[in-house]
Nanobody
Framework: VQLQASGGGLVQAGDSLSLSCAAS????????VGWFRQAPGKEREFVAA????????TYADSVKGRATISRDNTKRTVCLQMNSLKPEDTAVYYC????????????????WGHGTLVTVSS
């Protein structure tokens, strides 16, 4: 499985941004695709995940109510819509995939894409 994240950029606080994760290669019939982020000097942390095949979603408390994760099975993409962005959302955002039942556990994800940088100015 190859993953490619895109959509990052420089935005102002309060703005919205949509990140996209495109999958290619072999895929699997169950598991999850998740978004993680890593701010400068901090550890990588869970943001959101969407499960296969059911489509249930999970969010970190820090983005709950401001983020929506969705998928397009035809295009094999997973999107993360972020609203009301805050400076503390500034980070490199990564998408990952894995045959996991623990959505927020970083080590359960086997496949990672290169990150996309999101910078939120105050």
């Amino acid at each position: 499985v190859q993953l490619q994240a895109s959509g990052g950029g420089l935005v102002q606080a309060g703005d919205s941004l949509s990140l996209s994760c495109a999958a290619s290669g072999n895929t699997f019939s169950y598991g999850a695709v998740g978004w993680f982020r890593q701010a400068p000097g901090k550890e990588r942390e869970f943001v959101a995940a969407i499960r296969w095949p059911g489509g249930s979603t999970t969010y970190a408390d820090s983005v709950k109510g401001r983020a929506t994760i969705s998928r397009d099975n035809t295009k094999r993409t997973v999107c993360l819509q972020m609203n009301s962005l805050k400076p503390e959302d500034t980070a490199v955002y990564y998408c990952a995939a894995g045959k996991t039942s623990r959505d927020g556990v970083l080590s359960d994800y086997d496949y990672w894409g290169h990150g996309t940088l999101v910078t939120v100015s105050s």
